[in-house]
């Protein structure tokens, strides 16, 4: 299968329409059509009808597959070139916003770094195609265990740090005056869906054995303080490492009690650090 035909159906498929492709990819309508018409022949089967511009159920398979091959290919064009070529000067570190602790952001060279606050499940793709030199990940984990991560190329991680989690209250809330939490007592509860600024409630689900945590509010973005801000006001509860959760105005931070879980960060790489990458490495301190 021709990767170029692939990245060519994928952008058609996203876009629902053959000459949007064609401006998005540089190529002529015709040469977007040509490139349809000669994977569909590979593959047998037709992967597009063409009034709407829409998947079939073959297409749409493809598709599930297509996201992960093409950034493999993409990962391994970058870690090819990564070792041909020279260290690069600064550093441009990719990191989930509840991962930044004092610690990592002391670590950031002074001068030629460059931060990149993504959802956490954008990190590994941003390191493996080497668009950060480094990644910070964050999640709920057992104490020591690794976190799980999507297999988009081959990546080495050192665990960072393991904190405490607290539940967010506002001050009001009935539970407020506990001194600790079980995550099974607060299943039926309102929550806040953060999965970019807090911790997701698919990671609690998990937790629980797959139910409970119903959505109250959804909310899109990185931004930990407007996360921390709805709780507050009512909105809905929230899980948040201690150092994240201590000390906002208007809410309790309650300790989580059981299951006994830990807010795990754990530093991404490929290959053998260099340069500012290995510097900053060195100054976060990795813990294995």
Not at 101 to 126: C, F, H, K, Q
Not at 152 to 177: C, I, Q, Y
């Given at each position: 299968m021709d990767p170029h035909l692939l990245r060519t159906y994928v952008t058609v498929a996203h876009l629902a329409s053959f000459s949007e492709a064609a401006r998005a990819l540089g190529y002529t309508q015709s040469a977007v059509s040509q490139h349809i018409a000669a994977l569909e022949q590979d593959l047998g089967t037709p992967l597009l009808t063409r009034r709407p511009v829409a998947p079939t159920a073959a297409g749409e398979r493809l598709l599930e597959h297509a996201g992960p091959l093409l950034l493999r290919l993409d990962a391994a064009r970058a870690d090819v070139a990564r070792i041909a070529a020279a260290p690069a000067p600064g550093l441009t570190l990719?990191?989930?916003?509840?991962?930044?602790?004092?610690?990592?952001?002391?670590?950031?060279?002074?001068?030629?770094?460059?931060?990149?606050?993504?959802?956490?499940?954008?990190?590994?793709?941003?390191?493996?195609?080497?668009?950060?030199?480094?990644?910070?990940?964050?999640?709920?984990?057992?104490?020591?265990?690794?976190?799980?991560?999507?297999?988009?190329?081959?990546?080495?991680?050192?665990?960072?740090?393991?904190?405490?989690?607290?539940?967010?209250?506002?001050?009001?809330?009935?539970?407020?005056?506990?001194?600790?939490?079980?995550?099974?007592?607060?299943?039926?509860?309102?929550w806040l869906d953060a999965p970019d600024a807090g911790l997701p409630l698919a990671q609690l689900r998990a937790a629980n054995g797959g139910h409970g945590f119903r959505t109250a509010l959804r909310c899109t973005g990185t931004d930990v303080r407007t996360l921390t801000a709805l709780a507050a006001a009512g909105h809905g509860l929230t899980l948040l490492p201690a150092p994240a959760a201590e000390g906002v105005p208007g809410t309790v931070a309650v300790p989580l009690t059981h299951p006994r879980l830990v807010h795990r960060t754990e530093l991404l790489s490929t290959g053998t650090l260099r340069g500012a990458a290995a510097a900053f490495a060195r100054e976060l301190g990795t813990r294995d």
């Open positions: 990719a990191a989930a916003p509840t991962a930044l602790s004092p610690g990592a952001l002391a670590a950031l060279p002074r001068t030629g770094a460059t931060l990149r606050v993504l959802a956490r499940d954008e990190i590994p793709a941003a390191v493996a195609t080497g668009e950060a030199d480094l990644g910070l990940v964050d999640g709920l984990a057992a104490p020591t265990d690794p976190l799980r991560l999507p297999d988009v190329a081959p990546l080495t991680t050192h665990g960072v740090a393991e904190d405490a989690v607290r539940v967010l209250l506002p001050t009001a809330h009935p539970l407020a005056g506990r001194r600790g939490l079980r995550l099974g007592d607060l299943a039926d509860a309102r």
